[in-house]
């Protein structure tokens, strides 16, 4: 009788403590169940949390804008235009506020030209140019911005030839740019050039001596090349796009149209929004 009242309880002790299954029952606050895991999801949040994301974001919006707000002047629907121009306004004053961590890393990137082998003495004398056109051009858009807002005290003729001046040392930094791009393609040229060569050379040595030739290496290196073409491509599409948006705002009186801003800078913004979404 002890035995059997000992299993008894040791039975009852054994169901009292197995867990008890319990069917999940849905609540309307369970709101995460409404968006599945996304991959898109989460690199968007991650290219927005950065500056750069969230800068060639804005500047999408803020470039094709204009070319919305031409089509619904030419509708007569100005109330949307104008509904239109209130959001790319302080659109366009928060790029600037972004911009003005910008100093930092340019010196970051001096630092880095003056301090690292360069392809070629050109490009060299290419990168430095450019950089004293950035030394100066950030500033002046600052102050210019400042002047503007009226945080500091600059009438407004001096705010507005500091603003073409601001965009004459943008201009230069962009005709160095296609300098730029022409001396990178020149390099890359050799390059492929060298490689062709290298991969001929193989398979004249193959077909004499009957053995295969490994060209994973050259496989690589071609991949590379190709890459970089493509990021040629781009860049020349970017640095077009900017042309003649920094001429014309280089200039005290230019008939160049909004809705060609418009249409140059939303060029300019796609494609580096594509650059800026593919390393994010």
Not at 61 to 79: A, D, M, N, T
Not at 100 to 123: E, F
Not at 136 to 146: A, D, G, V
Not at 211 to 216: L, N, R, Y
């Amino acid at each position: 009788m002890a035995a059997s009242s000992k299993q008894e309880v040791d039975s009852q002790e054994h169901h009292q403590a197995a867990p008890v299954a319990r069917k999940e029952t849905p609540s309307i606050l369970a709101l995460g169940k409404l968006f599945p895991q996304n991959k898109t999801l989460d690199k968007t949040v991650r290219f927005l949390s950065q500056v750069r994301g969230t800068d060639k974001t804005l500047m999408v919006v803020q470039y094709f804008s204009k070319i919305f707000i031409w089509y619904f002047l030419k509708r007569g629907r100005e109330s949307t235009a104008q509904r239109i121009k209130n959001l790319a306004g302080p659109i366009s004053d928060f790029r600037i506020l972004l911009r003005y961590y910008g100093l930092l890393p340019l010196i970051q990137w001096m630092q880095y030209v003056d301090n690292t082998p360069s392809p070629s003495p050109l490009m060299l004398t290419i990168d430095r140019l450019q950089n004293i056109c950035n030394l100066i051009y950030y500033p002046l858009e600052h102050i210019y911005w400042l002047g503007a807002h009226e945080v500091i005290p600059i009438s407004m003729e001096k705010t507005n030839k500091i603003a073409i001046w601001s965009c004459r040392f943008w201009a230069a930094y962009v005709v160095l740019q296609f300098a730029h791009l022409a001396e990178e393609y020149r390099l890359y040229k050799n390059r492929l050039q060298s490689i062709q060569r290298q991969i001929r050379a193989a398979d004249l040595k193959a077909k004499e001596t009957g053995e295969p030739v490994d060209k994973t290496v050259f496989k690589t290196e071609m991949a590379a090349l190709k890459a970089e073409k493509k990021g040629l491509w781009i860049n020349t599409i970017i640095n077009t796009g900017y042309l003649p948006l920094t001429v014309h705002w280089s200039l005290e009186k230019s008939s160049f149209p909004d809705v060609g801003v418009g249409m140059f800078g939303g060029i300019a913004a796609a494609a580096q929004f594509y650059v800026a979404w593919k390393s994010s």
